[in-house]
């Protein structure tokens, strides 16, 4: 049990039920295996676990729903708090602005803001959480109008190493909050956000899947219609060979093509001029040939949750990330020959988002990630049922760094990063510089070093 100021929390070992329950991560491929840990829903029991922390001599990590589990490092002799806070969603409709939980998936969050006609720049799931998503930029369906999900951040409430909570925001400790904003974690435990909201009528959303074998066709179709793109469509392309399991639709199983997207209806526009868009970016690719599944439609603002299908229940799974320049004749070519049908590649999903637009623009009081200037992020993930299986991804994922070096950036957007031993970097070299000093203000000590992203600092 940790005390602070007469607070206390559960701290548990391996072996107790609420170690257990602290360590429950989405990906089971990426077990967490803290020395120890405990569920913090209060402040007060944040600063009592902190305390512990440093009583014992353990670092600390954090995390929520566990869906980052495998961008995260080792976590022997660190005390991990998982974050399941106390309070529900708040909508201030006057400031537009909703105030979140830590440890709130994204899923409560748009039915809050649906309620009153106002969404957010959330994720593809409603089920990743809102803090991780968010601070490790956020790659939002919205996002080439709207840019990286980071932006929408209006404030945040933390506590730092020295058991201090604190509230910044760009008025309020500026350069700490700079840095919470994507500048690679290890600033203390988030225990809440202020988000901006804006107002829509809705969206127009929606996949379309073909049968693999017209995956080349599909792929340079959607490249061409990509680079004349109008900023209000947001879409991938995703080459899949989906296992035979519950929430996998029959027709789906197998290797096929899917392209999903979102199309925002702005508040007082017109339904008709949303589907327009989405029907010219779709035109081309019908042509090819006949869909196996084809569902667009006009939706309520929850709509987009949904259309990327990810699993809703946690599943093993490991990947690969990259942000892709400008993807010519050659690089379709790798890519197929690595992913397409007949490659035997192990990848369940190998897929492809198109960035560009607001993705590449940052506002005046942006944070350490605020934009990223890549047309495209590729991410790719497989499920290592058994030892056999995850050497199979290991080594294909070595293979295809190699075959798209000529198209790699060498940066990644540290929310869809899912191995920590990948190469990762988001930041230039002075932002890094800012951040370390940030750090070393709020966590002279290292509790948090164990948090922080590879390439984000250089202090440790």
Not at 108 to 136: F, I, K, N, R
Not at 425 to 430: F, N, Q, S
Request: with cysteine; glycine share 12%; aromatic share 6%.
């Amino acid at each position: 049990m940790a005390v602070f100021d007469g607070v206390s929390t559960a701290v548990s070992v391996p072996g107790e039920a609420g170690y257990e329950a602290a360590t429950r991560v989405f990906n089971l491929a990426a077990p967490a295996r803290p020395s120890a840990a405990t569920t913090a829903r209060t402040v007060g029991q944040v600063q009592a676990a902190l305390e512990h922390a440093r009583a014992k001599g353990l670092g600390v990590r954090v995390h929520s729903t566990g869906h980052a589990a495998g961008s995260g490092g080792p976590m022997d002799g660190a005390l991990l708090v998982r974050t399941e806070m106390d309070g529900t969603v708040e909508i201030d409709t006057a400031r537009r602005v909703a105030r979140i939980p830590a440890g709130t998936s994204w899923g409560p969050v748009v039915d809050a803001a649906c309620a009153h006609g106002l969404a957010v720049a959330h994720g593809s799931s409603p089920t990743v959480g809102v803090v991780g998503y968010l601070l490790g930029g956020g790659l939002s369906p919205y996002g080439r109008q709207l840019g990286l999900a980071v932006n929408s951040v209006r404030a945040i409430e933390l506590v730092t190493a020295d058991g201090e909570p604190r509230r910044v925001d760009a008025g309020h400790e500026p350069e700490l909050f700079w840095a919470l904003r994507g500048g690679g974690g290890g600033f203390g435990v988030v225990t809440a956000v202020e988000v901006g909201l804006f107002e829509a009528a809705g969206v127009v959303t929606g996949s379309t899947y073909w049968a693999a074998e017209h995956a080349e066709p599909l792929l340079r179709r959607w490249l061409r219609w990509t680079r004349g793109a109008p900023r209000a469509v947001t879409t991938s392309l995703r080459l899949m060979n989906l296992p035979p399991v519950p929430d996998v639709p029959p027709a789906l199983v197998g290797e096929s093509v899917a392209v999903d997207g979102a199309v925002l209806v702005p508040a007082g526009g017109d339904p008709a001029t949303a589907q327009r868009l989405a029907d010219q970016m779709l035109r081309p690719l019908l042509a090819v040939a006949d869909p196996v599944m084809h569902a667009w439609s006009f939706t309520s603002l929850s709509g987009a949750l949904h259309a990327h299908m990810d699993p809703t229940e946690p599943v093993p799974f490991t990947g690969d990330h990259m942000l892709l320049g400008d993807l010519d004749a050659e690089a379709v070519d790798a890519f197929l020959r690595l992913f397409g049908p007949g490659s035997g590649s192990p990848l369940v999903i190998a897929g492809l988002r198109q960035l560009g637009g607001a993705f590449t623009e940052s506002g005046p009081d942006g944070g350490a990630l605020a934009r990223v200037e890549a047309p495209y992020s590729y991410a790719g993930s497989g499920v290592p049922v058994d030892a056999a299986a995850a050497r199979a991804l290991d080594e294909h994922r070595a293979l295809a760094r190699t075959a798209l070096r000529p198209w790699d950036t060498g940066l990644t957007v540290p929310s869809f990063v899912e191995s920590f031993t990948q190469p990762q970097r988001h930041l230039d070299a002075a932002s890094v510089r800012r951040a370390d000093r940030v750090r070393a203000e709020v966590d002279p000590d290292g509790l948090f070093r164990g948090d922080v992203a590879p390439n984000a600092t250089a202090l440790y």
